[in-house]
């Protein structure tokens, strides 16, 4: 039976939209609609890893003030890190929001929906259960069926100084192999090609179960799936980057050569003041020992600008270490306060000014990198997963290198879902052009 139109907002990282899947899923008697005006539920996936994030939330949160009060049936739920950082306090601030929903709520989901649309009820349910108590379920991929993301762990113990995810998230808890193989299996059945397996700190799956796998063996597990062509996992935290791990690269042919290692700086004392447990030379011997096993690796990396006490001598190590290191691409962030959260206690809080400019340069030196990377590849045949249409043209395909590099070209839908072989013509700094030299 139809329930009405379900719209979802998400922010933030590939967990939420993986988590907003799930909603979508869960709450299948709804029909998704593309316009939030039409809807009858409207929920908000939040993040609040970085203060600009929190706000957008926030904001269109704001602007369904009106919408409510021409809807009023409207049922209006926020969920993700927003929602389990602020609890009640948004129920409080916000008198049009009906329901709040924590990181570890969703699969109670059409149990707190039915709650709020029948009985009227305003919900709150932030609990942080540390027990793995995650729904087992099985995401359907969404249309058409080519990539989908697989949850194998939720939360981190790391506490890095700057960042909230552990408060948010909690504890690192692994799902149980069994059950990840199984999804992954199913996922592969349903038409999926290519499988992203999540995680805070992925390199350190199983390790809360006794005699779990561990994150190398998981892998080696699921290239054994037939009917499965790619593998990328996400995020790996660099003091975890095992050689056992390393050499999963050379040894399964499905996974994919591309590494996400968030370096986050290449100051030794600022790296001790994130609590990143790593130096800066160390990090550099791991990059240097992964390209002796696979020249041919992507990687990519996430850089903080403006921690707090970040002198530009700390600035201009970080900027040489980008330059040494020459990443794929970098995702690169100005330091925000983030409750709960050590560093917010930190002295020297680096000027909003100094931030924007060490950004800028930052951002330059990297796009040069990115650019001179990518031109390499011109004239060369990339392995391509045919993802869909191209956002910009829709007479042209889009799809991705097993680098992870977007690659747009000519050709007939037919194709999604499959791999081809492309030849680069031309390189630009977010994408590469090509056209189809064979299946
Ligand atoms: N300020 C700025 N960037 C942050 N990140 C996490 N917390 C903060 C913060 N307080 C960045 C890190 C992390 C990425 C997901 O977000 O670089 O790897
Ligand atoms: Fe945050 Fe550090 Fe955990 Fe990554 S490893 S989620 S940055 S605490």
Redesign the pocket.
């Given at each position: 039976m139809e329930k009405g139109y379900l719209h979802i907002v998400t922010f933030g990282?590939q967990m939420n939209v993986y988590d907003s899947q799930r909603m979508a899923q869960l709450l299948s008697g709804y029909q998704m609609v593309k316009d939030i005006k039409k809807a009858d539920l409207i929920l908000i996936n939040t993040c609040s890893?970085?203060?600009k994030a929190e706000q957008k939330a926030y904001s269109l949160l704001g602007r369904l003030r009106g919408l409510k009060r021409n809807k009023p049936y409207v049922v209006i739920g926020m969920g993700g890190c927003v929602a389990q950082q602020e609890g009640e306090a948004l129920l409080k601030r916000f008198p049009h929001l009906d329901m709040v929903f924590g990181t570890q709520a969703l699969h109670r989901l059409p149990e707190l929906v039915s709650l709020a649309s029948q009985e009227g009820k305003r919900i709150c349910d932030v609990g942080l259960s540390h027990n793995g108590d995650m729904a087992p379920s099985c995401v359907s991929p969404l249309l058409p069926n080519v990539k989908s993301f697989v949850t194998i762990m939720q939360g981190c113990n790391n506490f890095?100084s700057?960042?909230?995810?552990p408060y948010v998230r909690g504890g690192e808890v692994s799902r149980k192999s069994e059950v990840i193989i199984e999804e992954v299996t199913e996922l592969v059945q349903q038409g999926v090609k290519e499988i992203t397996l999540l995680g805070q700190n992925v390199n350190s799956y199983g390790k809360n179960i006794p005699g779990e796998l561990s994150f190398s063996q998981l892998l080696e597990e699921i290239g054994k799936i037939p009917g499965l062509k790619r593998i990328r996992f996400t995020?790996s935290h660099p003091k975890d980057l095992s050689n056992e791990l390393m050499e999963c690269f050379a040894r399964i042919d499905t996974l994919c050569e591309h590494i996400h290692l968030?370096v986050?700086a290449g100051s030794d004392r600022i790296l001790r003041l994130m609590n990143r447990g790593y130096t800066r030379q160390q990090y550099m011997d791991k990059v240097q020992r992964l390209r002796e096993i696979l020249p041919q690796v992507s990687i990519t990396s996430?850089?903080?600008v403006g921690f707090p006490g970040e002198e530009d001598s700390d600035f201009q190590d970080t900027l040489d270490l980008v330059k040494k290191m020459e990443f794929d691409n970098i995702?690169s962030?100005?330091?925000?306060?983030?409750p709960h959260?050590k560093?917010c206690s930190f002295r020297d809080k680096v000027p909003a000014a100094i931030k924007d400019q060490r950004l800028t340069i930052l951002q330059q030196v990297q796009r040069e990198i990115t650019l001179k990377k990518n031109k390499r590849l011109e004239g060369h045949i990339e392995e391509v997963l045919v993802e869909g249409r191209s956002k910009k043209d829709v007479f042209e395909l889009t799809g991705r290198t097993r680098s992870n590099r977007v690659v747009n070209f000519t050709g007939n839908y037919e194709l999604v879902g499959k791999l081809v072989k492309v030849k680069i013509e031309k390189a630009y700094v977010n994408s590469l052009r090509g056209i189809i030299v064979g299946n």
């Open positions: 990282c890893v970085r203060e890095c700057y960042c909230i995810v995020t968030p986050q996430d850089v903080i995702f962030f100005k330091y925000s306060d983030r959260t560093a």
